[in-house]
């Protein structure tokens, strides 16, 4: 998926708060598992980065390290 695609899936799911702009509890990154982005909808590969964002004790979402940052763009805007 191109980065304009993800950056317009993300505005959208920012707006209907499937992906809120909280400021996280805690942020941890390491390999992938396989898990899907909450972004992309596509599985972090064990060979990709993959960040783990606590945004509450029990709201936890996986991006990639693209997506990661795209997300972020998004929300400070």
């Known amino acids: ?7 317009s899936r993300i505005r ?3 707006r209907t708060g499937q992906l809120p702009c909280d400021e996280p509890e805690a942020t941890w990154a390491g390999r992938g598992n396989g898990k899907l982005c ?4 596509e599985p972090i590969a064990r060979e990709e980065v993959e960040f783990e964002v606590e945004l509450a004790p029990a709201r936890v979402i996986r991006l990639h390290r693209a997506c990661h940052v795209l997300w972020q763009e998004e929300c400070a805007r």
């Open 1 to 7: 998926m191109d980065e304009s695609t993800i950056r």
């Open 12 to 14: 959208a799911m920012i």
């Open 38 to 41: 909450a972004a992309c909808r």
